[in-house]
Every structure is written in structure tokens, then in C-alpha cells.
């Protein structure tokens, strides 16, 4: 992992102003001659920026995105845990950690660190930008922002704007982190029971009820605890509580919150879509009830030069990950061509 320090003041969209920020970052491969063979990738809510880890199949060597041909970079964006300034990073005015007094953040915010790493990177143009759930958000957001730099998107399971049911689940999220009564203790340990249950809110939502029934129903009719679902359930609660944190989780979700592009851009979506010139590739997962192919067909109908394909998966929202074999096959005839 490598770090970029910015040792100057970042304002925030909101006003709010951080005495400097540092990005986490990995990068794989080399920058070419001309400088024309960079990938950008942007993570999700809880992933972090060794993409070559957490989307096997589609970037690493020998798949889609190879560090042989490529020079691939991928930042932990703001906010999170894995590096990056965020609420357990160190607040210079009292010589401890943020926690609850880190600022709100937006997609906007995120991108607008990662641009201060690309140049500092010396990267002029990137010649893929991909991104996939809250990956896709800031992908979007790159895609406007700087229409001059970014060449060619792939965007899946994704949207322009954050849904209400979106919104509804975030704010769930929030509460049952809230709940716990640890929250407001200035600890790291704070809220983590609170965030295991925010996970399993999440995980309904990332999966379906197809795939939990598949995978998570108990052959014995005679049970009366135990159940396969709820050892399920439980486990993916423990496992995030072990490697992310709440105070991340809480803010990470009010940034997704926040997200719409036609935000101070006339407030039409449509329009905005229209001005994203980029050669796109746009995938949805059939069965994703985050964001479902509505939202994808929505994009579709108003990008300029989008091509939209559908994934029949059963994962639902994790599919995007989970199907890396599938959208690495999609990605590299779309590449090709």
C-alpha cells in the first residue's frame, strides 16, 4: 500500500474544511511511454484499494484488467478505514482521533481526492475508469468532473443518484448503529454491535429472497433454532465488525446519501447523462434489488454511447463482485472493440 499526503487545506462540500488529508492507494503495473494504459478503478462502501484482492477475475494478472498491460490504480476513498483520512485518523487540533467530529463527506469529495492523487500520480488521462455499486457513483461523478481526462467508463450495478429505497436502508443502517449504546463513546470499539446489525439490514438488501433460500434453508422441518439463515446472518455480521469500523460505516452511508449528479448541475439527471460523452459499457445484475436494471435502463436511455448488458445472476447486488468470470468475458470483448 503507498500513501499520498496533502499537506494543504481540503475543503469539503460542505463547507467544512480538513487542515490536509492522506489517500491510501495500490497501484499495479507500469504508466507506458505516453502515458496512455492507465485504469482507474473506484471500490465499493467496505472494500479497500487492493482491488487485485476483492475482484478476482476481473483485474489481476492474466484477467481482464492485467497489471501486464496496464497501469491500474485504485485509492481508499475518503472517509473509510482502510487508510485513508477518515473518522479514526488523527485531528491535528487536539492530537486525537476524529471519530464522531470527522466531517460529512460526499461522492464529490472522494473524487476530488482522487484527482489531487492522479496528479500527483503525473497521470494526464486515464483510459478506463470502472467502478461498480458506490464505485459506479464516484465513476460518474470522475466522468463529469473532469470530461477532458476520463477516456472510456465501465460502470455496473450502479446509479446516477441514490434511491429513496436506497436512502431507506442507509437510514436503517444507521439507526441500529445508533442504537447501540456504545456509539457515543470515543473509542474504536464504539458501536460494534450496532454495526453488526447495520451488516445484516445490508446483507438482505445485497442479496435476495432467491439465493437465501437456495443456499440458507434448513433440510431439518424439525428444528426449532439454529437455523441456517440466522448462523448466516451472523457470521457476515462478525466478519465486517472484525475489519471495518461504525464511525466509517455511519458516514459512508450519508455519503451515498448525498449522491445525485444533477446536484448544483440544473437538477436534471437526464441532462446531465446526455453531457457524459464517454464510450460506455453498462452492466446490471438481473436479480439486484440495490440497484436494480431500472435504474441501469434509466442510464441507458439518456448516455450518449452506452452499450447495456444484463448479467442473469442469482447473487443479486453481490453479483457484481461475485460474477467476476462473467463480466471479465464482457469486459475484454468490450475492450477489443
Known amino acids: 500500500m503507498n500513501y499520498f499526503q496533502y499537506d494543504h487545506s481540503f475543503e469539503l462540500e460542505s463547507g467544512a474544511v480538513l487542515p490536509g488529508i492522506t489517500i491510501a492507494y495500490h497501484v499495479y503495473g507500469r504508466l507506458n511511454a505516453d502515458k496512455s494504459n492507465v485504469v482507474w478503478v473506484c471500490h465499493a ?42 473518522p479514526l485518523s488523527i485531528d491535528p487540533g487536539t492530537g486525537n482521533p476524529y471519530y464522531q467530529q470527522f466531517p460529512v463527506v460526499t461522492v464529490r469529495d472522494m473524487v476530488k481526492a482522487h484527482i489531487l492523487l492522479r496528479k500527483h500520480l503525473g497521470i494526464e488521462r486515464i483510459a478506463l475508469l470502472m467502478g461498480g455499486s458506490m464505485g ?13 481526462v476520463v ?12 434511491s429513496a429505497w436506497g436512502i431507506a436502508v442507509h437510514t436503517a443502517q444507521r439507526l441500529a448503529i445508533e442504537a447501540d449504546p456504545s456509539w ?18 445490508g446483507i438482505l438488501t445485497y442479496r435476495n429472497y432467491g ?27 462478525e466478519k465486517l465488525i472484525n475489519r ?31 453531457e457524459i460523452g464517454q464510450k460506455t459499457l453498462l452492466v446490471g445484475v438481473k436479480s439486484d434489488i440495490l440497484c436494480p436494471m431500472e435504474e441501469q435502463l434509466f442510464m441507458a436511455a439518456h448516455l450518449p ?26 469486459l475484454r470483448e468490450w475492450l477489443k472493440r
Not at 217 to 227: A, F, H
Not at 305 to 330: N, P, W
Request: hydrophobic share 40%; charged share 25%; aromatic share 10%.
Open 45 to 86: 462502501l467496505t472494500a479497500n484499494s487492493d482491488v487485485a484482492e476483492w475482484w478476482p477475475g476481473v483485474v489481476g494478472e492474466k484477467e481482464a484488467v492485467r497489471p501486464e498491460e496496464h497501469f491500474i490504480v485504485c485509492a481508499n476513498i475518503l472517509g473509510s478505514c482502510y487508510g485513508s483520512s477518515g
Open 244 to 274: 471495518f469500523h461504525a464511525y466509517s460505516y455511519w458516514l459512508l452511508t450519508k455519503a451515498m446519501d448525498s449522491h445525485h449528479l444533477a446536484r448544483g448541475r440544473g437538477g436534471k439527471l437526464e441532462m446531465v447523462l446526455q
Open 136 to 148: 459506479g457513483y464516484q465513476a460518474l461523478e470522475w466522468a463529469v468532473m473532469e470530461k477532458e
Open 305 to 330: 454511447d452506452v452499450e447495456l448488458v444484463e448479467i442473469d445472476s442469482a447473487y443479486g447486488h453481490d453479483g457484481f463482485m461475485v460474477e467476476g468470470e462473467k463480466i471479465a468475458t464482457l
Open 211 to 237: 439465493i437465501m433460500v437456495k443456499t440458507q434453508t434448513d433440510p431439518d422441518p424439525e428444528k426449532l433454532d439454529g437455523y441456517r439463515a440466522s448462523s448466516y446472518i451472523l457470521y457476515q455480521g
Open 184 to 201: 457515543d463513546s470515543p473509542t474504536s470499539e464504539a458501536g460494534r454491535r450496532g454495526l453488526k446489525a447495520a451488516r445484516a439490514i
Open 151 to 162: 477516456g472510456r467508463l465501465f460502470l455496473i450495478a450502479t446509479s446516477p443518484a441514490e
